[in-house]
């Protein structure tokens, strides 16, 4: 095995373990039913690394395993964000309740 293809396990590694806490934040989001604690800034930071990352793969063409790893996270994160927007609107109207 040669540096690259070990390399290339290292990155693959690293968007597994990345990608193993997207889920359960996505859980937390929808079930809380609130954005408090939830930073937009951050949650487009991350979405936006991965689109930088995906589109670096695609220039090099250097599709490897590590590449599905990134499509499967940004998509997770997008679902995140999608839940942020929802969970804003629900405090929104929690507040013009109160």
Do not use: H
């Not at 193993?20 to 951050?42: N, Q």
């Not at 395993?65 to 995140?80: E, G, H, L, R, W």
């Amino acid at each position: 095995m040669g540096i690259e293809n070990f390399g290339e396990i290292l990155e693959t590694v690293m968007m597994i373990c990345f990608g193993i806490s997207w889920p359960l934040s996505v859980y937390k989001s929808y079930k809380a039913r609130s954005a408090a604690g939830k930073s937009f800034v951050f949650l487009f930071a991350i979405w936006f690394g991965y689109i930088a990352g995906i589109v670096g793969k695609i220039m090099l063409n250097n599709i490897t395993p590590a590449f599905y790893f990134y499509i499967i996270n940004i998509t997770i994160v997008s679902i995140d964000i999608a839940l942020y927007f929802r969970n804003r609107k629900f405090d929104r109207q929690a507040e013009s309740f109160s």
